[in-house]
């Protein structure tokens, strides 16, 4: 992989910029995230179900992955807010 060591330059730098997330904080930062956005969308969320996390069938282990299952209800133009919503990150 030639792009590694740029990769591993940059998580470098923004680790030293306390941009770095710790592993048992992201699940709840995400959890956070769906959350606020949930309520700028006007979707109400019934349950947030964390996914547990699983090393198997990992291909690249640079990029962490986390999922959350979420219940809601709400309205078509709520959904396509909260669908639409440019995650960002």
């Known amino acids: 992989m030639t792009n590694k060591p740029n990769y ?3 998580f470098k730098e923004l680790e030293t ?8 904080d992201q699940a709840l930062q995400l959890q956070r995230e769906v959350q606020s956005h949930a309520v700028l969308s006007g ?3 019934s349950l947030y179900n964390p ?3 699983t090393m ?3 291909t690249n ?5 986390d999922s959350l299952t979420i219940n809601f209800s709400t309205g ?3 959904l396509v807010d909260f669908l ?3 995650w960002g990150w």
């Open 84 to 86: 639409y919503w440019p």
């Open 56 to 58: 198997s069938g990992r």
């Open 76 to 78: 078509e133009k709520e």
């Open 43 to 45: 979707v109400y969320v």
């Open 61 to 65: 282990a640079f990029f962490d992955e």
């Open 8 to 10: 591993e330059r940059k």
């Open 51 to 53: 996914a547990v996390r």
């Open 17 to 24: 910029k306390g941009v770095f997330v710790v592993d048992e």
